[in-house]
């Protein structure tokens, strides 16, 4: 069983700062792409960052400069520091992960539960 546990969502005001976590549990062999996508209400989920194994990183050009995506592959966790947060950043984010279980050669795609982003004034 592998499980993504996310954490540090919150209400905050324009232009402050969050931190989001998520961490990759259960029978784990090795984790490809690691990644953030966020749900506003009444719109598509969308990418707002990815990492790759090798450190590579993509982002949504909203975000660009403002947030920053990292992992840890000891501790098999994935972050986003997000910076001077806009109104229209308020969503769930959610986390998202390829990965090798222990014993298998196939990747598969897992998802976090989510958490709640909300910037408003």
């Known amino acids: 069983q592998v499980q993504l546990v996310e954490s540090g969502g919150g209400l905050v005001q324009p232009g402050e700062s969050l931190r989001l976590s998520c961490v990759a549990s259960g029978s784990i062999g090795s984790i490809n792409v690691m990644a953030w996508l966020r749900q506003a209400p009444g719109k598509e989920r969308e990418l707002v960052a990815r990492?790759?194994?090798?450190?590579?990183?993509n982002y949504k050009d909203s975000v660009k400069g403002r947030f920053t995506i990292s992992r840890d592959n000891a501790k098999k966790t994935v972050y986003l520091q997000m910076n001077s947060l806009k109104p229209e950043d308020t969503a769930v984010y959610y986390c998202?992960?390829?990965?090798?279980?222990?014993?298998?050669?196939?990747?598969?795609?897992?998802w976090g539960q989510g958490t709640q982003v909300t910037v408003s004034s």
């Open positions: 990492i790759i194994s090798d450190g590579s990183t």
């Open positions: 998202y992960a390829w990965i090798r279980r222990l014993g298998t050669v196939t990747t598969s795609e897992y």
